[in-house]
């Protein structure tokens, strides 16, 4: 269904009122809601909107390497609903299960993302192809971190789309090993790659691809030039206040903005 020859391939694809192809898609926000402090998130849900950003990206409940880390927050999830009132932007929410994935429909998030570590999860893709496929929700399918190729990736998506939802972003977010001093092996370049098999939009995530906001803009430059239709990046009015991901890798609000113009510019040349 996700082959370029499928019938599907003609659709004209509008995702936050954007006109997938016409233009670039811009998701930011912080990688993890932190419930303890909602001023935070609602105001860089203000930020992320002055910066160009047309979705809004936030961490409920997060999939953490130690079991002692921060896991996520129902909480998490009511801000981010307060946040998408005031700024009209939709919401990019994970899910790790079929529990939070019927708390995510039922709060009618816009974009359900899947995340790495679940990118092989046949029984997660099938619930969410299966139960998102009646209602308008988008899917974002991270790339799994050791996903060779773009077969094994697009075999993965093809999941979501055989259940029934066929409007899934494919997210290149790094592979593992990673390399060079980068948190995992970047990988916007497979962009080229999968956009000659596929009609689904790519939408890449400089933010995880490369783990530190210094270099999250030349990253994110690459992406749109190797093609990309989008991006999402990890963003915070004050990065060091942020929890998860963010005091690295989240830029703040000029940096963000700085980004986007650059990278409209370069999709314009
Ligand atoms: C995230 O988007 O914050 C996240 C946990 O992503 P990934 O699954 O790519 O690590
Ligand atoms: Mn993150």
Partial sequence: LLDKSSELANQRLVLGGVPIGEEPL?????????????????????????????????????????????????????????????????????????????????????????????????????????????????ILLKRGRHMADPDEFLSAAEYLAAEGNPRILLCPRGTMPKLDGYRNHPDESITPLLKERTWAPVVCDP??????ASYVPAASLAAIAYGADGLGIEANVEPRKGIGDDPKQALDPAALEKTIRQCRALWNL
Avoid at 70 to 76: R, T
Avoid at 207 to 212: D, E, K, L, M, P
């Fill in 26 to 138: 811009f998701i930011a926000g912080p990688c993890t809601v932190n419930p303890q402090n909602p001023q935070l998130t609602l105001e860089t849900a203000d930020a992320v909107k002055s910066a160009g950003a047309q979705l809004l990206r936030g961490g409920v409940w997060k999939p953490r390497t130690m079991p002692y880390s921060y896991q996520g927050d129902h909480n998490a999830l009511e801000i981010l609903i307060e946040a998408r009132e005031k700024t009209g932007l939709p919401l990019v929410v994970e899910v790790m299960d079929e529990e939070q994935l019927k708390i995510a429909l039922e709060a009618e998030v816009d974009v359900l993302q899947i995340g790495t570590r679940n990118a092989l999860n046949y029984s997660l893709l099938k619930a969410v192809g299966r139960l998102s496929a009646p209602t308008r929700s988008w």
């Fill in 207 to 212: 933010s995880h691809s490369t783990g530190h």
